[in-house]
């Protein structure tokens, strides 16, 4: 079966991969030049060579097949374990920790975030800088050999016998809407077109030469701020003082439409606010936007697939938080559980 994947993030690299392995034929396409979705390092430095994790800083691992995957990464020398618990800025003060958050192993990749998603491409073929539009259902009622045909914004066209869709869930819903079909699987945007995101402006900043301060990380109760990250705990960054701070939703939606200095002013701001820190003079400081940082709400289950359509297809992304999961975990659940249902229906024959 060629299974045609929408999003190169972790919940469609994840599908994509077992299914592949299994011996099915996977595409994966993705408008962006890189793997991981919001698992992203930027590159920075003269060289190249300061290394930033501008989204998602780390993630835990709840369940068992998790675990298993984060063992298999750090057998592999892609990721460690950078701390058990962070301090916690109330508004106030500085605790030694969160009080609500259980003490836990928080992993990092140890050559940036985006070399999970690098990792899991290796057994895909992966098609970057290449927007889908939409899809178009053939039926049974054309001499096609495959049941779906995935349009693309330059007008060429591939047919494919199933369909994932692994994208935020407001770019999901688009991609469904414009769906030339009429059959359940467009039905089935109904069941995510609740689903919201939380922004997040998110603030990289070489402070030079400055003492890297001891604390890896500080989860903050904050207006403007709710993560402060020092880089520099996870790989050295050649004496450079790296911070990545990441905005609240309510500051990153209040300052949308914002200019650039106004934003990067104001968190720097309440980066010396929270840490003391010195960032009058930063050496340089890059500013990017997350329109879908986090989910404000979850589905239950694990995917929504089109149960009685006559193609495959499903959707799957961390919007899926079964038994709590969240995050890259819940994104990693969610094409694994996929996959494992869809090796049980479409078997690959031998």
Same mark, same amino acid.
């Given at each position: 079966?060629?299974?045609?994947?929408?999003?190169?993030?972790?919940?469609?690299?994840?599908?994509?991969?077992?299914?592949?392995?299994?011996?099915?034929?996977?595409?994966?396409?993705?408008?962006? &030049?890189?793997?991981?979705?919001?698992?992203?390092?930027?590159?920075?430095?003269?060289?190249?060579?300061?290394?930033?994790?501008?989204?998602?800083?780390?993630?835990?691992?709840?369940?068992?097949?998790?675990?298993?995957?984060?063992?298999?990464?750090?057998?592999?020398?892609?990721?460690?374990?950078?701390?058990?618990?962070?301090?916690?800025?109330?508004? !106030?003060?500085?605790?030694?920790?969160?009080?609500?958050?259980?003490?836990?192993?928080?992993?990092?990749?140890?050559?940036?975030?985006?070399?999970?998603?690098?990792?899991?491409?290796?057994?895909?073929? /992966?098609?970057?800088? /290449?927007?889908?539009?939409?899809?178009?259902? #053939?039926?049974?009622?054309?001499?096609?050999?495959?049941?779906? #045909?995935?349009?693309?914004?330059?007008?060429?066209? #591939?047919?494919?016998?199933?369909?994932?869709?692994?994208? $935020?869930? @407001?770019?999901?819903?688009?991609?469904?809407?414009?769906?030339?079909?009429?059959?359940?699987? *467009?039905?089935?945007?109904?069941?995510?077109?609740?689903?919201?995101?939380? @922004?997040?402006?998110?603030?990289?900043?070489?402070?030079? &030469?400055? $003492?890297?301060?001891?604390? *890896?990380?500080?989860?903050?109760?904050?207006?403007?701020?709710?993560?402060?990250?020092?880089?520099?705990?996870?790989?050295?960054? &050649?004496?450079?003082?790296?911070?990545?701070?990441?905005?609240?939703?309510?500051?990153?939606?209040?300052?949308?439409?914002?200019?650039?200095?106004?934003? /990067?002013?104001?968190?720097?701001?309440?980066?010396? !606010?929270? /840490?003391?820190?010195?960032?009058?003079? @930063?050496?340089?400081?890059?500013?990017?936007?997350?329109?879908?940082? &986090?989910?404000?709400?979850?589905?239950?289950?694990?995917?929504?697939?089109?149960?009685?359509?006559?193609? $495959?297809?499903?959707?799957?992304?961390?919007?899926?938080?079964?038994?709590?999961?969240?995050?890259?975990?819940?994104?990693?659940?969610?094409?694994?559980?996929?996959?494992?249902?869809?090796?049980? *229906?479409? $078997?690959?024959?031998?």
């Amino acid at each position: 079966m060629i299974i045609g994947v929408i999003g190169a993030g972790i919940a469609g690299l994840t599908a994509a991969r077992k299914l592949a392995l299994a011996g099915h034929e996977v595409i994966i396409f993705d408008k962006s &030049n890189g793997f991981g979705g919001r698992m992203a390092t930027r590159y920075a430095g003269d060289q190249l060579d300061i290394k930033i994790d501008h989204g998602t800083p780390c993630f835990t691992a709840r369940s068992e097949e998790f675990r298993q995957f984060v063992d298999e990464l750090r057998e592999k020398g892609i990721a460690d374990v950078w701390a058990d618990h962070f301090p916690y800025f109330t508004g !106030e003060m500085t605790l030694e920790k969160h009080p609500d958050i259980p003490v836990e192993p928080h992993y990092f990749a140890v050559d940036g975030m985006n070399q999970i998603g690098k990792y899991l491409s290796r057994w895909v073929d /992966t098609r970057l800088n /290449t927007k889908v539009n939409g899809f178009t259902f #053939m039926g049974d009622t054309v001499r096609r050999k495959r049941n779906w #045909m995935i349009n693309f914004a330059d007008f060429s066209v #591939m047919e494919v016998d199933a369909v994932i869709v692994a994208t $935020p869930a @407001p770019q999901a819903y688009g991609l469904i809407e414009n769906t030339q079909d009429e059959t359940p699987f *467009k039905r089935i945007i109904r069941d995510i077109d609740s689903i919201s995101y939380q @922004p997040c402006h998110s603030l990289m900043v070489n402070l030079g &030469n400055q $003492p890297a301060p001891e604390w *890896k990380a500080i989860r903050c109760n904050h207006k403007s701020v709710r993560w402060i990250s020092n880089e520099v705990s996870k790989r050295g960054n &050649n004496g450079n003082t790296i911070i990545v701070v990441q905005s609240s939703a309510a500051f990153a939606s209040a300052n949308i439409k914002s200019e650039e200095v106004s934003i /990067t002013r104001s968190l720097l701001g309440a980066l010396s !606010e929270v /840490t003391g820190m010195d960032t009058g003079k @930063p050496v340089w400081s890059q500013l990017h936007f997350w329109k879908y940082r &986090n989910p404000r709400n979850v589905m239950s289950g694990y995917f929504v697939e089109s149960e009685n359509h006559p193609a $495959p297809a499903a959707l799957i992304g961390d919007y899926f938080g079964e038994a709590g999961a969240e995050g890259v975990e819940a994104a990693y659940l969610s094409g694994f559980k996929l996959a494992e249902r869809w090796l049980e *229906k479409y $078997p690959v024959s031998k």
